[in-house]
């Protein structure tokens, strides 16, 4: 199992940059691919980005690619989302998962953690 803790939620202005951080616990983390997910109000939660397990493969949403990066520190155990030219419709809590797996996908992780707020001001 992991555990998962994310950071790096503000408040910022549209056209501003922020960095979300994902720290996880447990055994193997490199085995794990991780994503990104995010929940804005009254909307259901959706997949933004996944990496796999050794950073040699991502995968985006539509609406953030070339805005969002993806990476990940396995000597860290950790898993992070820069986020460049926010937009107020980027605003929602994002939430780190894990998927001890090989494959990169969109939903079926088991594994959450607790979010973090990204507001963005217009």
């Known amino acids: 199992q992991v555990q998962l803790v994310e950071s790096g939620g503000g408040l910022v202005q549209a056209g501003d940059s922020l960095r979300l951080s994902c720290a996880a616990s447990?055994?193997?983390?490199?085995?794990?691919?991780m994503a990104w997910f995010r929940q804005a109000p009254g909307k259901e939660r959706e997949f933004v980005a996944a990496?796999?397990?050794?950073?040699?493969?991502?995968a985006y949403t539509d609406s953030v690619k070339a805005r969002f990066t993806i990476s990940r520190d396995n000597a860290k155990n950790g898993v992070y989302l820069q986020m460049n030219s926010l937009k107020p419709e980027d605003a929602a809590v994002y939430y780190c998962?894990?998927?001890?797996?090989?494959?990169?996908?969109?939903?079926?992780?088991?594994?959450w953690g607790q979010g973090t707020q990204v507001t963005v001001s217009s």
């Open positions: 447990g055994r193997s983390f490199s085995t794990y691919v």
């Open positions: 998962a894990a998927r001890q797996d090989i494959i990169l996908t969109t939903s079926q992780y088991p594994y």
């Open positions: 990496i796999s397990g050794g950073a040699r493969r991502t």
